[in-house]
C-alpha cells in the first residue's frame, strides 16, 4: 500500500509564475490536508479537504493560493503568481474516513513534502 | 482556535542519556488526541507517540513515553536511553474534534556521542 505521494520532490519557480503541488493520498483516504513549513519552523496549516469539498480554509492566504480535492485524481495546491516568500516546503496528509468513535485516534499519514523554491 | 506551545526550540542530549521535550496546549474541548511526530533530516514525518485525553494512562512505545497531565494541559515526551537515530525535529500535534490537526513550533533535538 502506498503511502502519501507528493510531487515534485522539488519545484523552482521564478518570480510570477506558477505552483502547482500535487498530493495522492493512501489509498481508502478522503481526507487530506495542506501545511506548510518555514525554515526553522513548525507545520503552519493551510486548508483541509475531502472529496470535492474545501472544509477549513482558515489558514490559507487571501490572495494567489487555492487548493482543489477532486471527485478523481490528486489534491492539488496551487499558487498563482509566486513571490520569493513562497519558497517553502509544503506537506500533505491524508487520513482515513471513519465512524467518530475511531476517527480522533487516527494519526496523519505525512508524504515527503514538496520543497518550492522561488527565484 | 487551539494552540500548541513548545517552549525549547532546541534541545540536546548525551548519547544513552533521557530527555524531556515540553508541550502545551490550550483548548476548551474534552475529548481530542495529541500526538508527537518526528521529522528527521529526510524532512519524513514520522509518528512517535499518541495519547487520547480521556486515559489516564500514560502512552509508551519502547524508549518513548508520555507525561500527559489533562488538567496542566501539557503533554511532554520523554525519550531514554536515546540514540544517535533520535536526532531530528519533534513536533508536539492537538487534534480536535472538528478533524483539524494543529503543530507547535518544534523542537530540534541534538544527539550528543
Known amino acids: 500500500n502506498a503511502g502519501v505521494m507528493q510531487n515534485p520532490r522539488h519545484l523552482v519557480r521564478r518570480r510570477g509564475q506558477e505552483a502547482r503541488l500535487r498530493c495522492s493520498p493512501m489509498k481508502g483516504h478522503s481526507h487530506v490536508y495542506w501545511y506548510r513549513q518555514l525554515p526553522e519552523e513548525g507545520l503552519k496549516f493551510m486548508v483541509y479537504?475531502?472529496?470535492?469539498?474545501?472544509?477549513?480554509e482558515s489558514g490559507m492566504p487571501k490572495e494567489r493560493f487555492s487548493a482543489e480535492f477532486p471527485k478523481e485524481g490528486p489534491s492539488i495546491l496551487r499558487i498563482q503568481q509566486v513571490v520569493r516568500g513562497d519558497s517553502a516546503a509544503y506537506f500533505c496528509?491524508?487520513?482515513?474516513?471513519?465512524?467518530?468513535?475511531?476517527?480522533?485516534?487516527?494519526?496523519?499519514?505525512f508524504g515527503s513534502g514538496t520543497q518550492l523554491s522561488v527565484l | 482556535a487551539q494552540t500548541v506551545t513548545q517552549s525549547q526550540p532546541e534541545m540536546s542530549v548525551q548519547e544513552a542519556e533521557t530527555v524531556t521535550l515540553s508541550c502545551t496546549y490550550d483548548?476548551?474541548?474534552?475529548?481530542?488526541?495529541l500526538f508527537w511526530y518526528k521529522q528527521p533530516p529526510s524532512r519524513q514525518m514520522i509518528l512517535v507517540i499518541r495519547?487520547?485525553?480521556?486515559?489516564?494512562q500514560n502512552a509508551t512505545e519502547n524508549r518513548f513515553s508520555v507525561n500527559f497531565q489533562k488538567a496542566a494541559k501539557s503533554f511532554s515526551l520523554k525519550i531514554s536511553d536515546s540514540q544517535l537515530g533520535d536526532a531530528a525535529m519533534y513536533f508536539c500535534a492537538y487534534r480536535s474534534t472538528g478533524n483539524q490537526f494543529y503543530f507547535g513550533t518544534g523542537t530540534s533535538l541534538t544527539v550528543i556521542p
Open positions: 496528509a491524508s487520513s482515513p474516513s471513519g465512524g467518530v468513535a475511531s476517527r480522533l485516534g487516527e494519526k496523519l499519514f
Open positions: 479537504l475531502q472529496k470535492e469539498n474545501i472544509i477549513d
Open positions: 483548548t476548551s474541548e474534552s475529548d481530542y488526541y
Open positions: 495519547q487520547e485525553a480521556y486515559k489516564q
